[in-house]
């Protein structure tokens, strides 16, 4: 709870300091389906893995240089992870495992734009992003219960289970009508997030966002 109210007390700041330097402002929230691809040298893993549901809030700042082209930054409290089942051979019994991931991210995009009328526009945009992971936990359902662990960060092999640092690029495309805004968009991360890296081993996020949003400040 400590962890969330400096969150949202940091969200706050940039808020205001995003306001006065850039020419929109607004509030951005919605659905997250993530992913992690794993892989190493003999073989690719993840392919049976399945989407993670979350969720993303923050608030986004746009710079606009021509009717056409903008720059769009902000700040996002952004969810990532994984859902997969795993065998336990002691007891001749699978189980479900969820990596609930939690991550403040900061993108750039390079935004084109182009009008259908005076109210409604539609938009592509890409660019990179960069995600810090600060809270996690690991989820393993059996037969006989819950149980439940935190996700520790860092560059050990042998006592952390993740990096905390992940980048890579994201792509998107949506609609605004006035100062509203629906958008999917789809994150490929480049980092490799695993602190073992045995045998080529790797680890990268991939997420796809639904999202709504407001301008208030245009």
């Known amino acids: 709870m400590k962890n969330f109210t400096r969150i949202l007390f940091s969200l706050a700041l940039v808020m205001i300091a995003l306001q006065g330097y850039s020419q929109s402002i607004g509030i951005k929230g919605g659905v997250n389906l993530g ?79 182009g009008d259908v009328n005076d109210n409604v526009s539609l938009y592509g945009k890409v660019g990179p992003y960069v995600s810090y992971g600060f809270s996690g936990e690991i989820e393993s359902e059996f037969e006989s219960g819950t149980e439940t662990e935190d996700v520790t960060w860092g560059d050990d092999p042998a006592e952390d289970n993740l990096k905390p640092l992940d980048y890579g690029v994201s792509v998107g495309a949506g609609v605004e009508i006035s100062s509203f805004l629906v958008e999917l968009s789809y994150d490929v991360g480049w980092a490799n997030i695993s602190p073992n890296t045995d045998n080529d081993a790797l680890l990268r996020t991939r997420v796809f966002r639904a999202s709504v949003g407001y301008f208030f400040i245009q």
């Open 35 to 113: 992913k992690i691809l794993q892989e190493d040298a003999d073989d690719l893993y993840s392919d049976d893995y399945s989407l993670h549901p979350g969720f993303h809030v923050g608030v986004v700042a746009e710079f606009t240089f021509t009717d056409m082209f903008a720059l769009e930054t902000g700040i996002l409290l952004d969810t990532k992870g994984v859902d997969y089942e795993q065998e336990d051979p002691e007891v001749d019994a699978t189980f479900d495992t969820s990596f609930n991931l939690y991550y403040i991210t900061l993108p750039l995009y390079f935004k084109a734009e």
